[in-house]
């Protein structure tokens, strides 16, 4: 029987696993190993980060069920093996990977998922100091550092008000700025508050953030932020970060209780240790139109540990869950059709969509036809296709109970 290895169960790895499984009968044996034993969701990371008082260790729990999926029930009745392991050595010519336990896991066809890791772009303090932003464990510290700083406010041991500094003003970064605003709004009114109570700072390096998509767009985002009071610093590079400061180019000094640190992704340093992988400067692995890793033969690579340039843009299709998803189905059908004497399919990237939440019930989104939609609506639309995916994944009860756990959850700073 024909052995398929998936390393690593994130959007792009889960995704090719489920297709191989719809699509071959019998005909291989599927096994898909990553570290963890849940699937992250991590677009909603930044609500597990800012949502209001979770350090009670039962709600914490819960929370992490909520963008934390087993993978035993997404595998379940599904002929895919799954194997919880830390991956510590992968050797190309053999096909065969080595788990931190000793395991020897060979293969004919090798899929490798492992997605990226933060960047801290070489500036000092970044990884001693800052919180990083990147799984569910540190949301969870980010959470309780919170947490922390709240209940001591209310002790009357801290007087001042509560600062953070954000480093970052991409998606990820945006999103928790304004769902942490709101959170420490609802802190604010159930206190009785009426004055100021915290000072929210998102530095942006660039000259404008998210450089992406329209004026129009960004002004809608950014006029968001300053209504839930988010100070938004522009043409901001930082120097260096300590655990409560974050000191400019510019020479600036800016001093919080916490820094966050969401500036961006690099390739899995893993990657390097991988005898014969090509990969980009960057550090991803180079594939063909097809998503082989160049110059090997029934290996693949999906996501974000992996390079592909537009061929319409000459631009690096960007790091996404959905394009992840994409490319895992691309691969599924690519070895389908390799196995039964077929042509393979080219991947057709497309990434024209997104959708950013901006805090509580609002997000805005450029939609299919750009089709523009903010606020409300805006939030709706995110929901619907955060069900979509989990209805994708999970059978539909269960799609349908973690979604009504995220929404109960979820809403509770709005
Ligand atoms: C905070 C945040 C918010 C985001 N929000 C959005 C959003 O709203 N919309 C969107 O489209 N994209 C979003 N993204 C980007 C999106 O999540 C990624 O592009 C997507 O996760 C990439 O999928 P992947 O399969 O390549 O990697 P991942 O989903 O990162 O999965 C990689 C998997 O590999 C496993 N792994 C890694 N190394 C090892 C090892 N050595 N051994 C075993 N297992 C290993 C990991 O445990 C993980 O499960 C967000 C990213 C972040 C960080």
Known sequence: MTKILILGGGFGGVRCALDLDKKFKEQAQITLVDRNSYHLFLPSLYEVAAIYETNKDPFTVKMRKTVCIPYKDIF??????????????????????????????????????????????????????????????????INVKIGK??????????????????????????????????????????????????????????????????????NIISKRLTELGVVLMENSPIEEVGASFVKLKSGQILEGDMVVWTAGIKANEFLKSIAGLPVTDRGKIIVDENLLVQGWKNIFAVGDNQEFIDPKTQKPVPALAYT???????????????????????????????????????????????????????????????????????????????????????????
């Open 324 to 414: 992840a998803v994409d490319q895992g189905k691309v691969v599924a059908g690519n070895i389908y059709n390799i196995l039964n004497g077929k042509n393979t399919e080219a991947y057709k990237p497309y990434y024209g969509v997104w959708i950013a939440p901006v805090g509580g019930k609002f997000s805005s989104a450029h939609l299919w036809g750009g089709w523009k939609v903010s606020g409300f609506a805006g939030w709706i639309i995110r929901e619907l296709v955060d069900l979509r995916y989990l209805v994708s994944i999970l059978p539909f009860r269960k799609a349908i109970a973690v979604f009504r756990q995220e929404i109960t959850m979820f809403t509770k700073n709005d």
């Open 76 to 141: 379940a009745g599904k002929k895919i093996n799954f194997i919880q392991a830390e991956i510590s050595a992968v050797d190309l010519k053999e096909k065969s990977v080595r788990t931190k336990g000793g395991e020897i896991l060979s293969c004919d066809y090798l899929v490798i998922a492992l997605g990226s890791q933060t960047a801290d772009f070489g500036i000092p303090g970044v990884r001693e100091y800052a919180y990083q932003f990147k799984n569910i464990d540190d949301a969870v510290a």
């Open 149 to 218: 700083l709240i209940k001591k406010m209310d002790s009357g041991e801290k007087m001042d008000l509560l600062k953070i500094l954000i480093g970052g003003a991409g998606f990820s970064g945006i999103e928790f700025a304004a769902e942490i605003s709101c959170c420490v709004k609802k802190i604010c009114r159930e206190r009785g508050m009426r004055d100021k109570h915290a000072i929210i700072t998102l530095i942006e390096a660039g000259p404008k953030i998210l450089p992406m998509v329209s004026d129009s767009e960004r």
